[in-house]
């Protein structure tokens, strides 16, 4: 450290004036000034390269210090990692303020939903407006029946709040090092597959709560689903961009167990209005879904226009936007579980 200030003042009284910030310059580390830096595509190494239709503005191998505070900074990650930080906010948020209440809106979505499935209509499910004037909040204190246990709720929105930070933080911190981008990926993974597993428990429990043998079943099953396709993802190859459809068709088929589990609520409460509004619900969260991973799979829209989508726009982030959306409509529907079982009970 003193060689250094000694070669600083000697190297500045030997600069003209002028010169002295590029005096300076030239004793920095140039290897800590390259990695600061944005770069493209082609100069990855093979670890950072997963899409090449987003050509720019890259960080590559930055100190860990620099990656995290390049949270605040412009580059083809910042909307990823702030589109699944916000999501994960908004779950926080649902889980501190909703854990021990539930919404009165059941009878209004029965009015619309199950008078006539005929006259059914997205519009009707996706209307906020509607919606919130029916979102009075209820104590469970005042409900008829002793209310359900609400543990299924919260492994969901523990699960949702896991898949949305580590997917922010693989994003974030990918770019640090080889070992580290590993570490990132295989949590990214392990993230979704709890998103989809805790968004299926909470369906099977409390559709199953008055029936313990198929409710075991059920739930032992997409838990071996979940910790199967953790193990799958472990499978080095996995992570190569030339196995994006695999990735993709591995998560889809584990989302699609789900529909087991809601044809035997159908042929069971067929006649129940919550089990119809329930399965829309879980509908339209599927289709959040799968729009999302088409997008992701395809990488559409920048495969159409290389380059143009690098910072705003690109397939990841619309698969992020996807997978928020899915997410709280499937919040939407365990809501209507709970007032359902609250309601009735087992009865």
């Given amino acids: 450290m003193e060689e250094r200030k000694v070669s600083c003042i000697l190297l500045e009284k030997t600069c003209k004036s002028d010169d002295k910030h590029s005096c300076r310059e030239a004793l920095l580390p140039k290897e800590k000034k390259k990695k600061l830096e944005l770069v493209n595509y082609d100069s990855l190494p093979d670890y950072l390269k997963h899409n090449e239709f987003v050509v720019g503005h890259y960080r590559c191998e930055w100190p860990l210090k620099d990656a995290i505070h390049s949270v605040f900074a412009i580059h083809n990650e910042t909307i990823n990692v702030w589109t699944h ?59 008829p029946n002793p209310a359900i246990t609400r543990w299924p709720l919260f492994v969901f929105l523990g699960g949702a709040m896991f898949c949305l930070l580590t997917s922010s933080a693989c994003h974030l911190l990918s770019c640090h090092s080889e070992h580290t981008s590993y570490i990132m990926l295989h949590l990214d993974y392990a993230g979704i597959s709890t998103l989809i597993v805790t968004s299926i428990v909470p369906q099977i429990y409390y559709t199953f709560a008055c029936d313990p043998f198929y409710r075991a079943v059920y739930t032992a099953t997409i838990l071996a689903l979940g910790l199967l396709t953790v193990l799958i993802s472990l499978i080095p190859v996995f992570e190569k961009p030339e196995f994006r459809f695999v990735r993709s068709l591995v998560f889809v088929i584990m989302g699609l167990s789900g529909w087991g589990p809601i044809a035997h609520k159908l042929a069971s409460y067929g006649g129940e209005p919550a089990a119809l509004v329930t399965t829309m619900y879980e509908f339209f969260m599927n289709v959040c879904y799968g729009v999302g991973v088409v997008i992701y799979a395809t990488r559409i829209p920048e495969r159409w226009r290389p380059g143009k989508f690098d910072l705003v726009g690109h397939s990841h982030q619309l698969f992020h936007l996807f997978v928020i959306a899915g997410a709280y409509v499937q919040y939407l529907a365990i809501m209507v579980y709970l007032e359902w079982r609250d309601r009735v009970g087992c009865t």
């Fill in 85 to 143: 930080l916000i999501g994960f906010f908004i779950f926080l948020t649902l889980t501190l303020y909703g854990g021990n209440k539930i919404p009165a809106m059941a009878e209004a979505l029965y009015a619309r939903q199950t008078n006539s499935l005929a006259g059914f209509s997205i519009s009707s499910l996706t209307n906020t407006t509607g919606f919130m004037n029916h979102y009075q909040m209820t104590n469970l204190s005042s409900q």
